[in-house]
């Protein structure tokens, strides 16, 4: 057996867990990149409460998987956890629906759809694993494209900047050009660009 805080032989962090934890390991099982057993610290390292509950298969955050102790006194009360839990998930898909919306307009669209994920994240343990995925895929798209050659980068560039300007027509085609615009950027709009 490998004692806690040892490197196994392929030089991945290996720790025990205790006895009769919540999901389902017993002593001596090995966690990779654990620090210890759930509830208590190993040489001064704080226990990731969030990290646990993402792991303990249910859906709603339990007071114990809080370092906040305002929010564990709010859950602690069946009618007032219910109350803020609604309030989240009500915000939360407020800002999501807002920011898909926000989408293909120019602007911090996607931003939104993460800020609205993140508030979901604070109270619903399905909303911190699809935060989870979509931060790896992020994480995964840049490395992707920081690899790739400075030739490559640019065209990426200037494909996504002609969508927006594409969009952006495309708004002012339908909506109109707004009338609080210079009379020499209407003119060239209306007549350069057939709008």
């Known amino acids: 057996m490998i004692a806690a805080g040892e490197q196994a032989m392929d030089g991945e962090d290996v720790h025990e867990t205790g006895v009769g934890e919540a999901d ?29 509950a993402r792991h303990d298969r249910g859906i709603l955050l339990d007071a114990e998987d809080d370092d906040w102790a305002w929010r564990r006194r709010l859950r602690a009360n069946p009618a007032t956890a219910r109350l803020y839990r609604l309030f989240i998930g009500v915000l939360g898909l407020v800002i999501v629906v807002g920011g898909l919306l926000l989408v293909p ?38 490395g992707w494209v920081r690899a790739q050659a400075l030739w490559l980068q ?3 560039a200037l494909a996504t900047m002609a969508f927006v300007l594409l969009v952006i027509w495309a708004m002012l085609k339908i909506s109109g050009v707004p009338g609080f615009l210079p009379d020499g950027v209407e003119y060239f709009l209306q007549n350069t660009l057939a709008l």
């Open 24 to 52: 389902g390991r017993e002593a001596g099982d090995r966690v990779p990149g654990g620090r210890g057993t759930r509830g208590s610290a190993v040489a001064g390292a704080a226990v990731d409460r969030n990290e646990i």
């Open 105 to 142: 307009l120019p602007g911090p669209g996607w931003v939104i759809v993460f800020a609205g994920l993140a508030i979901w994240a604070s109270e619903f343990e399905w909303a911190q694993r699809l935060l989870d995925y979509a931060k790896d895929k992020l994480r995964a798209w840049n």
């Open 154 to 156: 640019a065209l990426a």
